[in-house]
């Protein structure tokens, strides 16, 4: 491994595990790491039926990982423990529940529970202070819609099956979805029946159905989606060559006197579990029973699908145009977006800044002049729309691709080495908010005069007042552009992924109501997409979006094709040859000029009458 790309990989894992997202008014904040001498540190939390549990998984002084066969004899033994609650019918406190809503009202319940008694003080600690999150689910997996089964499909994925180039030829077959056992299991990860069983706030919670199928989730603030996807894959593919299965998988699980012994030890130097007891009060009931109304409207909102295009991947993509394949599945997704809705949308993607000492992400803005050039030049030739005849590429449409696949990795890469505009113009907004101003204008601070942070005291020029911050700050005028906003309005929120192959589906939600969320990963040989909108919206639907990328994808093959059979691909051979820049060089090429014009055309009417 890189050693850059080392140290940063070790940095941002050690995020994963060990804190918590803390909900705090006017913004949360991240709990420091564990102490290694917290009795906590070494344990995870297990939660089934709603039950809180902190189960010891490594050595509290050497952190050595214990052996699997003790761990799954704690873990037998809280099961065992949940069963017997359930039996004396004690009801379970669904906290979890309450970190699945609305972040401001999920801080005052927070509060108003760490105000009930020191004891939700002392679960929240091991809770925040443990490495990750196990939840044991209970439930039988979701049925799936009708229209969505397909019990004919191969349970396994042949993700590094080379598809020969003979098939790159035939008719198009269906997008490949997933069988119904598979797809109801992607819907129990995606979300619990009411969100219960699951604390959201933890970096890392590994979620386990009854039929053993597992999942894990993720909360984005401390590290990039990245990270927990290379951790789970690790463990999921065995990369490191060592068995984890333990010795008890042939030794029946029942209530046996051994087990039964374990029962209300505390976290201590050999101790193997605990329960995380909580206490409620009747407000806190109210407010855990509208959180579960809130996460299942927000639950059956969810229009979410996972599809394979499994016709060819990013090694054809490459060969076809020369570019790298998410340029290519970028503006794939923009055409498809634009022949449902009739106009093009901002495009928001995420590139990773990891040369950067703790570099998080920056946007690359993919929908560009160029972009929207072969975009609008497409009402022009149909391709696989519905109801239209085909015909051959119209020839123009090759240089516009080109062009618009070139923009794309230039931006891509500039975001990457820090040089995109929305991580500075969110600085930016920051530092000029009034919640900073205080920096610009304080001259001397009087050694007599305290701070008190809870009241928000400012000391400017020598004086303490006591005014509100706000944290809208000074009117600036290129944050209140009509045009500046709109072009952040991200309908086609996008994420690609460079791991993850052993993942059925990942995933993340639209951020409107009438947009699309897509993750995606591009193999050699083949496409895994993730989409999610809303159900409540008229006018999405992700089986139709993802029936148009598939469209997309094989119209923008077969542009290529016809320009390499025409031999097109040799007129625009330094159009391909990065950095070398065709659109500079119009003095020297006719077929640049005409090209310039047709993209500044298209562009200054974009912009003179955006449709955003």
Request: hydrophobic share 40%.
């Given at each position: 491994m890189n050693h850059r790309l080392g140290l940063w990989l070790k940095h941002c894992t050690a995020q994963i595990f060990n804190l918590c997202r803390l909900p705090q008014h006017p913004s949360d904040t991240l709990t420091?790491?564990?102490?290694p001498t917290s009795p906590w540190a070494s344990t995870v939390t297990v939660l089934a039926h709603d039950y809180y549990y902190a189960l010891r998984v490594a050595d509290?002084?050497?952190?050595?990982?214990?052996?699997?066969?003790?761990?799954?004899?704690?873990?037998?033994?809280?099961?065992?423990?949940?069963?017997?609650?359930?039996?004396?019918?004690?009801?379970?406190?669904?906290?979890?529940?309450?970190?699945?809503?609305?972040?401001?009202?999920?801080?005052?319940?927070?509060?108003?529970?760490?105000?009930?008694?020191?004891?939700?003080?002392?679960?929240?600690?091991?809770?925040?202070?443990?490495?990750?999150?196990?939840?044991?689910?209970?439930?039988?997996?979701?049925?799936?819609?009708?229209?969505?089964?397909?019990?004919?499909?191969?349970l396994t994925f042949d993700f590094d099956q080379h598809v020969p180039d003979s098939s790159l030829s035939q008719p198009p077959r269906p997008l490949s979805t997933?069988?119904?056992?598979?797809?109801?299991?992607?819907?129990?990860?995606?979300?619990?029946?009411?969100?219960?069983?699951?604390?959201?706030?933890?970096?890392?919670?590994?979620?386990?159905?009854?039929?053993?199928?597992?999942?894990?989730?993720?909360?984005?603030?401390?590290?990039?989606?990245?990270?927990?996807?290379?951790?789970?894959?690790?463990?999921?593919?065995?990369?490191?060559?060592?068995?984890?299965?333990?010795?008890?998988?042939?030794?029946?699980?029942?209530?046996?006197?051994?087990?039964?012994?374990?029962?209300?030890?505390?976290?201590?130097?050999?101790?193997?579990?605990?329960?995380?007891?909580?206490?409620?009060?009747?407000?806190?009931?109210?407010?855990?029973?509208n959180a579960k109304q809130h996460a299942r409207t927000l639950i059956s909102n969810s229009d979410h699908q996972v599809s394979y295009f499994e016709e060819?991947?990013?090694?054809?993509?490459k060969r076809l145009s020369s570019y790298q394949p998410d340029a290519f599945v970028q503006l794939a997704l923009q055409l498809a977006y634009f022949r449902i809705h009739q106009r093009p949308t901002p495009v928001y993607e995420t590139a990773l800044t990891r040369t950067f000492q703790h570099g998080r992400t920056e946007t690359i803005r993919s929908f560009t002049t160029e972009s929207y050039a072969f975009m609008m030049a497409f009402t022009g030739w149909k391709g696989r729309c519905p109801g239209q005849t085909r015909s051959e590429p119209l020839p123009h449409l090759y240089p516009l691709l080109q062009s618009a696949?070139?923009?794309?990795?230039?931006?891509?890469?500039?975001?990457?080495?820090?040089?995109?505009?929305?991580?500075?113009?969110?600085?930016?907004?920051?530092?000029?908010?009034?919640?900073?101003?205080?920096?610009?204008?304080?001259?001397?601070?009087?050694?007599?005069?305290?701070?008190?942070?809870?009241?928000?005291?400012t000391i400017v020029r020598g004086r303490v007042t006591s005014q509100p911050v706000s944290a809208s700050g000074p009117s600036i005028p290129l944050f209140e552009d009509a045009i500046f906003k709109k072009s952040q309005e991200w309908r086609l929120s996008t994420s690609g992924l460079s791991e993850g192959w052993w993942f059925r589906g990942t995933g993340f939600g639209s951020p409107y109501e009438d947009g699309y969320g897509v993750n995606y990963l591009i193999g050699p040989h083949a496409i895994k997409f993730c989409v999610e909108s809303k159900h409540s919206c008229?006018?999405?639907?992700?089986?139709?979006?993802?029936?148009?990328?598939?469209?997309?994808?094989?119209?923008?093959?077969?542009?290529?094709?016809?320009?390499?059979?025409?031999?097109?691909?040799?007129?625009?051979?330094?159009?391909?040859?990065e950095p070398a820049d065709t659109l500079n060089a119009s003095a020297d090429h006719p077929e640049a000029n005409t090209l310039n014009n047709t993209i500044q055309q298209l562009g200054d009417a974009a912009l003179a009458k955006p449709r955003l």
């Open positions: 420091a790491l564990a102490s509290p002084t050497t952190g050595a990982p214990l052996h699997a066969d003790e761990i799954e004899r704690g873990m037998r033994a809280v099961v065992i423990d949940v069963q017997r609650r359930q039996r004396n019918g004690e009801l379970p406190i669904e906290i979890g529940v309450l970190s699945a809503d609305d972040r401001d009202e999920w801080s005052r319940n927070y509060s108003m529970l760490l105000s009930i008694s020191p004891q939700n003080k002392r679960a929240f600690e091991a809770i925040h202070q443990s490495l990750f999150v196990v939840c044991l689910d209970h439930w039988p997996a979701p049925s799936v819609p009708a229209d969505q089964r397909d019990e004919n499909l191969r997933v069988p119904s056992d598979l797809l109801s299991h992607q819907y129990a990860i995606r979300s619990s029946p009411s969100a219960l069983n699951r604390f959201f706030d933890k970096p890392l919670s590994l979620i386990v159905e009854p039929s053993t199928r597992a999942g894990a989730m993720g909360e984005h603030s401390p590290v990039d989606a990245l990270v927990p996807s290379v951790v789970c894959e690790w463990a999921v593919a065995g990369a490191n060559g060592v068995s984890i299965c333990g010795g008890l998988v042939d030794v029946p699980f029942k209530n046996n006197h051994q087990e039964d012994r374990l029962e209300g030890l505390e976290v201590g130097s050999r101790s193997r579990w605990t329960r995380l007891n909580f206490v409620s009060s009747p407000s806190m009931q109210i407010a855990i029973e060819w991947g990013g090694e054809e993509m696949l070139k923009v794309h990795s230039s931006l891509a890469r500039s975001a990457m080495i820090g040089r995109g505009i929305d991580r500075h113009l969110l600085g930016l907004r920051y530092i000029l908010s009034d919640e900073w101003a205080w920096l610009d204008d304080i001259s001397e601070i009087p050694s007599d005069v305290s701070q008190d942070a809870s009241s928000r005291d008229p006018t999405t639907s992700t089986r139709v979006f993802i029936e148009h990328v598939a469209d997309a994808l094989r119209d923008m093959r077969e542009i290529c094709l016809s320009a390499n059979k025409s031999g097109q691909e040799g007129e625009f051979a330094s159009t391909n040859a």
